[in-house]
């Protein structure tokens, strides 16, 4: 068959920071490999080696790409394209897309949530999608990428695929730590809702050092850097390296004795969590969300309920299985697998 992916103007895959646009390069690339064709509307700068146009070069989805007129103008034009490409599906990722796309295409249109569909607690930073999805399920197919995620959605059911990375070309690492010994990673957005502060803290009462790789650019985000993260940086014990491009997190994240994960919201699934997994580095999160579905208490990390248990979770970082972790990810998070899943979806929405 022939898939149109229809993403927002950005570019795919990132330059560095992007869960979604890492998601739907995979995905992309793992269609192709099994034999069909895709095309991509997104940023024009994308380098996803399939067939791509775009409206624009290059939008910096960090300075509010989705305003109406440009959300609208990006997401007709993507159908009017893919339309002519005489595509059999659209895959729509984009917030306004699912809600127009079967009043101007003929073709199917089937959609991803990589939000929480529930309300956002007061602080956070994610917008409340409930409604949006909630209005587009009623002729568009919505699929959600955890069990945990998939629960919050009010008013509908979502199918629920797994997210998935290239396991096989994803480092393997013992931990080993730097040229200054061991030390823990975080890797993530910089939000409250994602615990950087507490990751702080948590390390240090653990008794290591932490490495701390996040983007700080949208003004939510260097608001919360500058007043709760920023004083507790000190460049020895706590290291922040800013925004890495994938090869330089996996590399984070492979000599890491553990990555620590003390959100404060329902993770939607957490592909940072996988990105771990795969470098055989275990994983100490806070319960919440999608955790349980990727990380195995007492084997591949721990899934903690306060944050005294984060901190005595570090401390046990020798007590979890590294190959373990590795096989967990290429058995159930790999992109075979959630390509597989998909085309699957794709056939049954066609017939």
Not at 134 to 160: D, E, K
Not at 188 to 199: L, Q, S, T, Y
Not at 235 to 250: S, Y
Not at 319 to 344: G, K, N, P, Q, W
Request: net charge negative; with cysteine; glycine share 10%.
């Amino acid at each position: 068959m022939t898939v149109g992916f229809l993403a927002p103007p950005w570019q795919i895959p990132p330059r560095a920071y992007g869960g979604v646009e890492r998601a739907a390069d995979e995905l992309c690339r793992g269609l192709v490999s099994r034999g069909h064709e895709v095309r991509l509307w997104a940023a024009r700068s994308s380098t996803c080696p399939v067939p791509t146009s775009g409206v624009i070069e290059e939008l910096d989805h960090t300075k509010g790409w989705h305003t109406a007129p440009t959300e609208l103008f990006h997401v007709l034009s993507g159908y009017r394209w893919l339309s002519d490409q005489g595509v059999d599906i659209i895959h729509d990722i984009t917030y306004a897309g699912p809600l127009i796309g079967p009043s101007v295409v003929d073709v199917p249109v089937v959609t991803t949530n990589y939000l929480p569909f529930t309300p956002p607690l007061p602080g956070h930073s994610s917008p409340d999608l409930g409604l949006i999805y909630q209005t587009a399920s009623r002729r568009v197919p919505v699929l959600a990428i955890s069990h945990a995620q998939a629960a919050g959605a009010s008013g509908f059911t979502p199918h629920m695929i797994h997210l998935g990375i290239d396991v096989k070309n994803t480092p393997f690492g013992d931990g080993a730590g730097d040229e200054k010994g061991p030390y823990v990673a975080f890797f993530g957005r910089m939000a409250p809702e994602k615990g950087v502060r507490e990751a702080i803290l948590a390390a240090r009462a653990a008794g290591l050092r932490l490495k701390l790789a996040s983007r700080v650019a949208e003004d939510h985000e260097r608001a919360y850097f500058e007043d709760q993260v920023e004083p507790l940086i000190d460049g020895d014990d706590v290291q922040f390296l800013g925004e890495v491009d994938r090869i330089a997190g996996l590399h984070l994240l492979k000599d890491a004795v553990a990555m620590v994960n003390p959100i404060a919201w329902p993770e939607p699934f957490g592909l940072a969590m996988v990105e771990s997994l795969a470098t055989g580095t275990p994983i100490v999160a806070r319960r919440s969300g999608a955790v349980d579905e990727v990380v195995r208490h007492g084997v591949t990390g721990a899934v903690c309920d306060s944050f005294e248990e984060v901190v005595e979770g570090l401390r046990k970082y020798r007590t979890y299985d590294r190959l373990a972790c590795r096989t967990v990810a290429e058995e159930h998070f790999s992109t075979e697998r959630m390509v597989d899943e998909h085309i699957r979806f794709y056939r049954s929405v066609l017939a």
